[in-house]
C-alpha cells in the first residue's frame, strides 16, 4: 500500500505566512521564507522517513512546487 503524499503548502493565512498541512495551519512564520525553510526541513524529514513530500507555495488559487522528493514522472 502507497503512503500518502504530504503536501506542506506555504500561505499567507490572516495576513501572516503560515504551513498547511492536511487542513491544519502552522505558524505563524515571520516571512515567507522562513515559512518554506520549516516545510522544506519538514518535509525531507517526510522523504527520508519513506513518504514522498512536497513543499508547494500558493498564490491566490496557484501553486508552486518549491521542493519534492517524488520523481517527476510519478504521481
Not at 525553510?37 to 491566490?60: F, I, K
Request: proline share 5%; net charge negative; hydrophobic share 40%.
Amino acid at each position: 500500500m502507497a503512503l500518502p503524499h504530504a503536501r506542506y503548502i506555504v500561505l499567507e493565512h490572516e495576513g501572516v505566512w503560515k504551513i498547511n498541512l492536511d487542513n491544519r495551519y502552522y505558524g505563524p512564520f515571520a516571512t515567507r521564507e522562513a515559512a518554506v525553510e520549516s516545510a522544506t526541513a519538514t518535509a525531507r524529514q517526510a522523504g527520508e522517513a519513506g513518504y514522498p513530500a512536497s513543499v508547494l507555495l500558493m498564490r491566490g488559487a496557484d501553486f508552486e512546487t518549491l521542493w519534492t522528493s517524488v520523481p517527476e514522472n510519478s504521481g
